[in-house]
């Protein structure tokens, strides 16, 4: 075939298959990472810096970006430095520069960064990095919203007041992912059999024991930090637990932290049909489990239509609705 009749945009496509064939078949990237801790005046400062020994696919990936115009890292310059090594007196001074806040987590940002998470604190011999599973991480981020202490915005996930505050008050061993990671790791070694529950067990309570010790109590300031969120205004009763459903700022949820049952008040099925889920609307799936509404709108027409909205618990995950019309 004649790669100069394809299409540019297929053109394209076809380089970038053949690359990562290339890549896929090609000699490692190899490289050494040195890091440095420079101590001077009472400071530590840090340096970091690496050298690469091999391109290897690396060779064909930067050729790649090149024919697309895409930036190449350049290599960093070679250290001169050594262990043990003194410097003498440097000019000093002062600048001015201008910092961005961090970027907002997105829910994919995030669960990347749950991957991620403390592999910095970890050493090569931990089996088990990051926070919970592939399986369970959606789970992990669904649950801290519905607990109040993250929020969605648009398409950012942010920390709410009781977030911000929790944060503070926690022990920095129960924020640590490293402990985490080290409680996933023996949780394998239980299931490889090479060591026992009981052992496992009695490692967490002996940490809960020396933590309450060194922490009697928060105190009275921090406590009424927690309490700026008045509960929500009970509204019915939760269809799968019984519990009470109360209104939050963007929902209305189960009272019960171990359910995630929900009615959102931004949900997008009755936003299509020209409906909002306020207070009234969801007292009434709540108590009849159904709506019978005369004006909704058609999303293709644009025009108003009869039908009866029915409520749909699958008893786990999102609530689902359901269109039934009246029999002519």
């Known amino acids: 075939a004649d ?139 669904e649950k801290l919203i519905q607990s109040g202490f993250v929020k969605r915005e648009k398409k950012n996930l942010v920390p709410t007041d009781d977030g911000n505050v929790l944060i503070t008050v926690l022990p920095d061993e129960i924020k640590s992912p490293k402990m985490t990671a080290e409680w996933e790791m023996a949780l394998n070694h239980i299931a490889q059999n090479t060591e026992t529950a009981d052992e496992f067990l009695n490692g967490i309570t002996e940490l809960m024991q020396e933590l309450v010790a060194r922490y009697q109590g928060i105190s009275e300031e921090k406590k009424n930090q927690f309490q700026g969120k008045a509960k929500g205004e009970v509204i019915g009763k939760c269809p799968r637990c019984g519990a009470d459903v109360r209104e939050g700022k963007v929902n209305f949820y189960c009272s019960d932290r171990n359910c995630a049952f929900t009615l959102w008040k931004n949900d997008k099925f009755l936003a299509s049909q020209g409906k909002k889920m306020d207070k009234t609307t969801a007292k009434k799936f709540l108590s009849k489990g159904k709506i019978h509404y005369k004006d909704l709108v058609s999303r293709k027409t644009g025009r108003q239509y009869e039908a009866t909205v029915e409520m749909v618990d699958p008893g786990e995950g999102n609530v689902q609705f359901n269109l039934s019309f009246p029999q002519r």
């Not at 001015?96 to 994919?108: A, G, I, L, R, V």
């Not at 050493?123 to 369970?136: I, R, V």
């Open 3 to 141: 790669i100069g009749k394809l299409k540019e945009r297929n053109c394209k496509i076809l380089y970038l298959i053949s690359a990562r064939v290339l890549t896929a078949t090609a000699d490692p990237y190899i490289y050494e990472s040195h890091k440095c801790q420079i101590t001077c005046n009472y400071h530590t400062f840090y340096l970091t810096a690496k050298k690469t020994k091999q391109e290897g696919f690396k060779a064909i990936e930067n050729k790649l970006k090149q024919f697309f115009g895409v930036k190449i890292e350049k290599e960093e310059p070679e250290l001169d430095i050594w262990a043990g090594k003194h410097y003498g007196p440097c000019d000093s001074f002062v600048s001015e520069h201008f910092t961005q806040p961090p970027k907002q987590y997105t829910e994919d940002t995030l669960l990347s960064a749950m991957e991620r998470a403390g592999n910095e604190e970890l050493t090569e011999d931990t089996e088990k990095k990051g926070l919970g599973t592939p399986a369970t991480r959606a789970a992990i981020i």
